[in-house]
T-cell receptor
Framework: AQKVTQAQTEISVVEKEDVTLDCVYETRDTTYYLFWYKQPPSGELVFLIRRNSFDEQNEISGRYSWNFQKSTSSFNFTITASQVVDSAVYFCALSDTGGGNKLTFGTGTQLKVEL | ETGVTQTPRHLVMGMTNKKSLKCEQHLGHNAMYWYKQSAKKPLELMFVYSLEERVENNSVPSRFSPECPNSSHLFLHLHTLQPEDSALYLC???????????????FGPGTRLTVL
């Protein structure tokens, strides 16, 4: 069965600190996709990144970077020089290519960035 | 309007009421989804429509009834709900996966439902 674990329920940092959000997944699929979403207080989930299982290159987008390690089934997300606007709940999700359109979400990590 | 819109944003209803949630996507997608988000729980997939046909019903109680009249609109009809149905209901859309290539889902802002 698919499973996504985000062990960090809540993280608090001071602005400008770097912070890493952990995501560990379980799947029997050989082809799968991993996602990160951001949910600000307004409620809407905002898509951040999609990564397929064959591409283990790390990715950087501005202050955001993602570290995909297939050997440890992890897809961690780092925010560099955090800002107050980064405060949100962040969800990691795993696709179920065998089942069509399903996404399995983790329980999310609440990130609070304070001045 | 752009992206995925949902109305109403907030809804309070009694257990005997009937109401409907509406979702509209302006992205040209052909798959739409309803999710339920309760406090301290992962997002729960409720229904999936692909090309206007329901392809997934994730053991959702019959008091929730989805409707997809076309690829841009999705409704969730509610009747005789229970207080434990209070949650944030999120709609999403995507391009239907083709040949194993999975597309990201784009979400609306949600409807915050309170059942009294």
């Amino acid at each position: 069965a698919q499973k996504v674990t985000q062990a960090q329920t809540e993280i608090s940092v001071v602005e400008k600190e770097d912070v890493t959000l952990d995501c560990v997944y379980e799947t029997r699929d050989t082809t799968y996709y991993l996602f990160w979403y951001k949910q600000p207080p307004s409620g809407e989930l905002v898509f951040l990144i999609r990564r397929n299982s064959f591409d283990e290159q790390n990715e950087i987008s501005g202050r955001y970077s993602w570290n995909f390690q297939k050997s440890t089934s992890s897809f961690n997300f780092t925010i560099t020089a955090s800002q107050v606007v980064d405060s949100a709940v962040y969800f990691c999700a795993l696709s179920d290519t065998g089942g069509g359109n399903k996404l399995t979400f983790g329980t999310g990590t609440q990130l609070k960035v304070e001045l | 309007e752009t992206g995925v819109t949902q109305t109403p944003r907030h809804l309070v209803m009694g257990m005997t009421n009937k109401k409907s949630l509406k979702c509209e996507q302006h992205l040209g997608h052909n798959a739409m989804y309803w999710y339920k988000q309760s406090a301290k729980k992962p997002l729960e997939l409720m229904f999936v429509y692909s090309l206007e046909e329901r392809v997934e019903n994730n053991s959702v109680p019959s008091r929730f009834s989805p409707e997809c009249p076309n690829s841009s609109h999705l409704f969730l009809h509610l009747h005789t709900l229970q207080p434990e149905d209070s949650a944030l209901y999120l709609c999403a859309s995507s391009q239907d996966p083709v040949a194993g290539f999975y597309n990201e889902q784009f979400f609306g802002p949600g409807t915050r439902l309170t059942v009294l």
